[in-house]
């Protein structure tokens, strides 16, 4: 029985040394809609989206690139939150 409280112990202190585990957030701050283009590890795993005007979208990768069209390319790796305001990304 003493290997359970080991086992959950050993897992906890794993999860607690994994590091950050959020996932970035990107609002769109102006009044026209941006496609975003959102790529995890290799240019084949990617997928597209319209972000509305005034709209959001949570958890939508972590470690990852997102295209912004008309905005530009931002690494999205440690970043938790992004704004897009005027044309350019706010963070």
Request: overall charge negative; proline content about 3%.
């Amino acid at each position: 029985m003493t290997r359970i409280p080991t086992m959950i112990a050993v897992a906890a202190a794993a999860t607690l040394l994994a590091g950050p585990s959020w996932a970035l957030d990107i609002r769109n701050g102006d009044s026209r809609d941006y496609e975003v283009t959102i790529v995890t590890g290799d240019e084949e795993n990617a997928y597209t989206f319209t972000l509305p005007a005034g709209g959001e979208e949570s958890a939508v990768c972590k470690d990852c690139r997102i295209w912004v069209e008309g905005v530009g390319v931002l690494d999205g790796v440690d970043v938790e939150k992004v704004e897009i305001v005027g044309g350019k990304f706010r963070m």
